[in-house]
């Protein structure tokens, strides 16, 4: 793919989906790469990050952010390198991280750019175990779940970006880590090589009954990022004063129209009985923890008591694919698109 001053491409919103994403919601388009102006910068992207969270900008429901108008650039984070600068802050070569979306080259300003520093790990760390994916795992566990030596931490998505950082950051603090992923394979890593206690299949069709085995003490946190049936297997699990961070619903992105559980009334029931505490989040709401985060998470990289697994495509070409595969779990951790070489 070319990748010079001259020639850039991007991908665009065609359609908004209904249900699940296809081929045709996504238009691949040619413009030439922009000269950037006074205090500005051009962007070459190396590396963009795909995420479920992707889906939500994909239609024009309420959220918590706006939707990606039709015709607009898909939304996403990318490690870029600078390939000019008419800005005094960075220099041709820095590498940095910034929302720039399914595109080659991007212009910015410099606002919300931030460097990355490559002796913390390799660059694709910062949009994966070092930056969004592995700080709302720190986050979410630590903030909301609060782990205490003894108890029993459940993720599901366990060998995915998100969920195994949460496992293994559970283990270090002591708990017990039990992990929920799509086949044997995601499985034997989970436990093999991230170290958690125990992982369930989800497609195995004794779910509730396995994870109960695993399960002995009950479920202490739960780190939500499926819902649907595997929501339903972890529910009367929860032990009283249980927690239950909610960062994703990802069995729920494509449904075409929402639907309250048959149970919902019995939820809350138990809500109330069991003194159950449900939360959901943005990373962004814990912006003031990420030196925190930084610190922690680069130190536990650095000892190997934190492993991370990346999932890579290559070229542009391939994120629509990648996307609409990672949707369905067809990812084998964190998802990443190779864009551009390290170096022009």
Known sequence: MSQDQHSAKRIVLAARPVGEPKSSDFRLEEFAAPTPGAGEVLLRTIWLSLDPYMRGRMSDGPSYAAPVPVGGVMEGEAVSEVAASNNPDFAKGDIVRARTGWQTHAISNGKG????DPKLGPISTSIGVLGMPGMTAYTGLLDIGKPQPGETVVVAGASGA?????????????ARAVGIAGGKD????????????ACIDH????????????CPKGIDVYFENVGGAVFEAVFPLLNPFARVPVCGLIAH???TEAKPPKWAASMMRVTLTKRLTFRGFIVSDFASRHGDFLRD????????KVKYKEFVTEGLESAPGAFMGLLKGANFGKQLVRVGPDKA
């Open 203 to 214: 497609r195995d069709p004794d779910l509730a009954a396995k994870l109960k085995d695993a």
């Open 297 to 304: 998470m680069s130190g536990w990289v650095r000892d190997g």
């Open 113 to 116: 750019l931030i460097k990355v």
């Open 253 to 255: 992105y494509n449904d």
């Open 162 to 174: 998100v969920g195994s950082a949460v496992g293994q950051i559970a283990k270090i603090k002591g």
């Open 186 to 197: 995601k499985c034997d890593y989970v436990v093999k090589e991230l170290g958690f206690d």
